[in-house]
């Protein structure tokens, strides 16, 4: 979804109702594709927005540009939630399995849905997305630092390997929202106590993804 509007003045009518259409078009379009893939089309995404197709297309030239501009919003949202977690604990927050495990849980229950990746897009990353993806990257590592002085996450444990894990842990469910969320978290516990037991047992993890390979898994 778009960033908020970086003054406090109402937006004119027309530009509040865009933002507001954009709002809709980017929550369907994270819904359906999650649902259906990315075989889904414009007009599903139109259609469970509850706009026209044309208001899509006016804004978005391709449903390629459209799913572009879902992965920005959700790794920038993710940026934010890294960022919110290290002020936090700054201030002496206790997060009782961790960070890293504070964070994937505020995923699983705060974000709209899964983080889609587009389909694998030729050329270089756009300098938005790239710039959202380095402060991701740079939250997470941050968070895993605290973990391991904490003895919550072995060594080896990589800023990739929380996304991979996140990918896991937040599938797109036939359920209800919240029981699909329940499901999530009972996972994620598991995987928070495995954690921890690798941490006290001095485990040493082989060498795991680098970010690189996790960013350029959508970009050529």
């Not at 004119?12 to 999650?34: H, K, M, Y």
């Not at 449903?63 to 572009?68: F, G, I, N």
């Not at 992965?71 to 960022?83: D, G, I, Q």
Request: aromatic share 4%; net charge negative; proline share 6%.
């Amino acid at each position: 979804m778009p960033e908020p509007a970086t003054s406090d003045r109402p937006l004119p009518g027309r530009q509040r109702e865009a933002r507001s259409n954009d709002v809709a078009v980017l929550a369907a379009a994270r819904e359906v594709l999650s649902t259906k893939g990315h075989d889904a089309s414009i007009a599903d995404i139109a259609r469970h927005a509850g706009v026209g197709v044309g208001s899509i297309y006016r804004r978005y030239a391709t449903k390629e540009a459209l799913v572009e501009a879902l992965h920005l919003h959700a790794v920038k949202e993710a940026a934010s939630r890294t960022t919110e977690l290290a002020r936090e604990l700054e201030k002496g927050a206790e997060v009782d399995d961790g960070a890293v495990v504070a964070f994937l849980a505020r995923q699983i229950t705060g974000a709209g849905g899964p983080i889609l990746r587009p389909p694998r897009m030729a050329g270089p990353i756009p300098t938005e997305l790239a710039a959202a993806s380095d402060e991701l990257g740079a939250g997470l590592e941050a968070l895993i630092a605290h973990d391991r002085a904490a003895g919550l996450v072995p060594a080896g444990l990589t800023a990739a390997d929380v996304m991979q894990l996140l990918q896991h842990l937040r599938p797109a469910l036939p359920l209800p929202r919240a029981d699909a969320d329940a499901l999530h978290l009972r996972y994620l516990d598991l995987i928070a106590q495995g954690l921890r037991a690798q941490a006290d047992a001095g485990v040493v993890l082989d060498a795991g993804p680098g970010w690189d390979e996790w960013v350029g898994a959508w970009h050529g």
